[in-house]
Structure formats: C-alpha cells, structure tokens
Nanobody, 126 residues
Framework: QVQLVESGGGLVQAGGSLRLSCAAS????????VGWFRQAPGKEREFVAV????????AITDSVKGRFTISRDNAKSTLYLQMNSLKSEDTAVYYC???????????????????WGQGTQVTVSS
C-alpha cells in the first residue's frame, strides 16, 4: 500500500506561481512512477505530468509545457509540481498518483495508476 498526501494548493492570481508537493509513505518511493493529474468541475480527470521512478524521464501535457515542471526527491519520498504563469484554465483539483508496480514504463493514462491522494484545490483568478 502507498499513502499519498498532497499540499500546496490555493488561490492565486493569473500569472502567479504555486508549488505542489506530494508526500509518499508505505512503500519504497524510489521504485515506482508517479505523476500529477487534475480534474476541473464537469470534466474528466486528465494527465498533467508524470515522472519515472528514477526521475530520468518525464512527460508533460501540451497545455502546460513551458509553465509546469515535475520533479521528485527520492530521499524525501516527495513529488513536486512547480506551476508558473498560471492561467484560469488551470483551475482544478490536482491529484498525486502512483503506479502499483515498480520499474514500469512511463504512462500517462489515469487508469494505469493504482494509488491516489485526496487532491488539493488550485484556483486561478483572472
């Protein structure tokens, strides 16, 4: 089992920045892929950014490329999402997720991720 706890969300003006954190516990964090997904009201949950177990490969959705950066600190069992130049369309609940098996090929589909945090709200005012 893996427990994931997100933090860092909040209300920010358009053009501002936030850094989300996801603290993991319960398993060896450094062996599995993790990522960030988001869900806006009335929309399906969507991929934002994912990163391999060793941090060597990342994937970021086109709408946030150049503005968001995903990273991880395996020594701290923590995942991060640095969000800059925020836009109103970034408003959503952001979820941290982890795959259930170690050393997998990186994937962006939410259904491939087995463990989820409770989510943190990000609201960008225009």
């Amino acid at each position: 089992q893996v427990q994931l706890v997100e933090s860092g969300g909040g209300l920010v003006q358009a053009g501002g920045s936030l850094r989300l954190s996801c603290a993991a516990s319960g398993r060896t964090f450094s062996t599995y892929n993790v990522g960030w997904f988001r869900q806006a009201p009335g929309k399906e949950r969507e991929f934002v950014a994912v990163i391999t177990w060793n941090g060597g490969t990342t994937a970021i959705t086109d709408s946030v490329k150049g503005r968001f950066t995903i990273s991880r600190d395996n020594a701290k069992s923590t995942l991060y999402l640095q969000m800059n130049s925020l836009k109103s369309e970034d408003t959503a609940v952001y979820y941290c997720a982890a795959e259930g098996s170690p050393f997998r090929v990186l994937r962006t589909t939410p259904s491939r991720y087995d463990y989820w945090g409770q989510g943190t709200q990000v609201t960008v005012s225009s």
